[in-house]
């Protein structure tokens, strides 16, 4: 309601600066029309008292105004000063526009400056003190929202960190568990049975792992990082994934390749894509990896020939616990692809999915080039 009364204001300001402008340029411009032809007609009967001085009885003049317009002069006058009128209308239209609008563009700054994760940055930033009252009370009310979302924010934030943090040490103790019933037990099913727990148990650390991090602020740590020397400790440590689906790794090494950025950051967000690519591959299917300096950018090329995705899903990717098949039996929990997106958001750079042909996904990860 408020907005709609905001938005009213505005407009019925905006037609009044219009209907006042307007009027006024007509008037303006009538004036100074009229002045001209009252000119050029004194003008003309000075003409006629000069030329007929002897003659000495009443001298009936008719001016034709239609005559006097059509002449050169007066048609370049008319068309000089409603040029002017118009062009000095305008500015002064625009003017009262930007007047009018300057409060709500101050208002888009002080939203475009806020970053959730730092609470300074709009904890008064959004009042608007200049302008019309409407518009102090959308900034007012802009500002105390907010401050709503952003308090929902942390505690969302903080209740997620804090449960991921009380089931670290469980979920440790559990797989301690299992590792000394497994050295126990020398029974294949037995063994069996406690290999799938254990795999299960690896994968809610790895679920409270991520959480933790999507949970908390990031502070980078820049240093010289080698991308062959990483990608190839991420194929090391997802070795037993790739042989299990027999995938076949097509990496080519560019030891000169080098980016100043969080070594820790930039391990996880690789890891993610590569693993994804794992995830989601067939058997007996590949995986290409490239990276190539472009211009000003770096850029990392994960592609697979595995299931791919659709349109809708290649939107949907990256949203917090989405899984493109939408199948719950299959591994991950829809946090990995989500946490990238925010790593590399963190780390500066974009993250781009494609359809890879004739048929897979390619995961492009472009670094602005330091």
């Not at 959730?116 to 929202?145: A, M, Q, R, Y």
């Not at 497994?182 to 991520?210: G, H, P, T, V």
């Not at 995830?279 to 000003?296: A, L, P, R, V, W």
């Given at each position: 309601?408020?907005?709609?009364?905001?938005?009213?204001?505005?407009?019925?300001k905006?037609?009044?600066?219009?209907?006042?402008?307007?009027i006024s340029?007509?008037?303006?411009?009538?004036?100074?029309?009229n002045?001209?032809?009252?000119?050029?007609?004194?003008?003309?009967?000075?003409?006629?008292?000069?030329?007929?001085p002897?003659?000495?009885?009443?001298?009936v003049v008719?001016?034709?105004?239609?005559?006097?317009?059509s002449?050169a002069?007066?048609?370049?006058?008319?068309?000089?000063?409603?040029?002017?009128?118009?062009?000095i209308?305008?500015m002064?239209?625009?003017?009262?526009?930007?007047?009018?609008?300057?409060?709500?563009?101050?208002?888009?700054?002080?939203?475009?400056?806020?970053?959730?994760?730092?609470?300074e940055?709009?904890?008064?930033?959004?009042?608007?003190?200049d302008?019309?009252?409407?518009?102090?009370?959308?900034?007012?009310?802009?500002?105390?929202?907010?401050?709503?979302?952003y308090?929902?924010?942390?505690?969302?934030?903080?209740?997620?960190?804090?449960?991921?943090?009380?089931?670290?040490?469980?979920?440790a103790?559990?797989?301690?568990?299992?590792d000394?019933f497994?050295?126990?037990?020398?029974?294949?099913?037995?063994?069996?049975?406690?290999?799938?727990?254990d795999?299960?148990l690896?994968?809610?650390?790895?679920?409270?792992?991520?959480v933790?991090?999507?949970?908390?602020?990031?502070d980078?740590?820049?240093?010289?990082?080698?991308?062959?020397?990483?990608?190839?400790?991420?194929?090391?440590?997802l070795?037993?994934?790739i042989?299990?689906?027999?995938i076949?790794?097509?990496?080519?090494?560019n030891?000169?390749?080098?980016?100043?950025?969080?070594?820790?950051?930039?391990?996880?967000?690789?890891?993610?894509?590569?693993?994804n690519?794992v995830?989601?591959?067939i058997?007996?299917?590949?995986?290409?990896?490239?990276?190539?300096?472009?211009?000003?950018?770096?850029?990392?090329?994960?592609?697979?020939?595995?299931?791919?995705?659709s349109?809708?899903?290649?939107?949907?990717?990256?949203?917090?616990f989405?899984?493109a098949?939408?199948?719950?039996?299959k591994e991950?929990?829809?946090?990995?692809?989500?946490l990238?997106?925010?790593?590399?958001?963190?780390?500066?750079?974009?993250?781009v999915?494609?359809d890879?042909?004739?048929?897979g996904?390619?995961?492009?990860?472009?670094?602005?080039n330091?």
């Amino acid at each position: 309601m408020k907005n709609d009364k905001v938005y009213q204001s505005i407009v019925f300001k905006l037609i009044v600066a219009v209907v006042i402008i307007f009027i006024s340029m007509l008037t303006i411009t009538n004036y100074m029309i009229n002045q001209k032809q009252i000119q050029m007609t004194e003008e003309m009967l000075y003409q006629i008292e000069r030329y007929m001085p002897a003659y000495r009885n009443s001298v009936v003049v008719t001016v034709n105004n239609a005559h006097l317009q059509s002449t050169a002069d007066f048609r370049i006058y008319s068309f000089v000063v409603t040029g002017l009128v118009i062009v000095i209308g305008s500015m002064i239209f625009a003017v009262i526009i930007s007047k009018i609008l300057a409060p709500l563009k101050s208002l888009q700054k002080n939203i475009a400056k806020i970053d959730i994760d730092k609470p300074e940055t709009f904890s008064d930033n959004l009042l608007v003190e200049d302008g019309s009252s409407e518009i102090v009370d959308l900034s007012k009310s802009f500002n105390n929202l907010m401050d709503r979302i952003y308090k929902d924010y942390r505690r969302q934030k903080d209740f997620s960190a804090n449960v991921a943090h009380e089931l670290r040490t469980p979920v440790a103790i559990m797989k301690a568990q299992v590792d000394v019933f497994k050295r126990k037990n020398n029974d294949k099913y037995a063994q069996d049975f406690a290999e799938k727990i254990d795999d299960n148990l690896e994968k809610l650390k790895n679920l409270i792992e991520s959480v933790l991090m999507f949970s908390k602020k990031q502070d980078l740590n820049i240093s010289e990082v080698c991308v062959t020397s990483l990608i190839e400790e991420i194929l090391f440590d997802l070795e037993d994934k790739i042989a299990n689906k027999n995938i076949r790794i097509d990496f080519e090494k560019n030891d000169n390749l080098c980016l100043k950025t969080d070594d820790v950051l930039l391990q996880r967000l690789l890891f993610n894509i590569i693993e994804n690519s794992v995830k989601y591959n067939i058997n007996n299917g590949f995986i290409k990896i490239d990276t190539k300096k472009e211009e000003n950018k770096l850029v990392i090329e994960v592609s697979d020939g595995g299931i791919g995705m659709s349109a809708e899903q290649k939107e949907k990717i990256f949203d917090l616990f989405y899984q493109a098949d939408n199948s719950r039996h299959k591994e991950g929990f829809g946090i990995g692809l989500a946490l990238s997106k925010q790593i590399a958001d963190t780390l500066g750079a974009r993250i781009v999915v494609k359809d890879n042909q004739p048929q897979g996904s390619k995961f492009l990860l472009i670094f602005p080039n330091s």
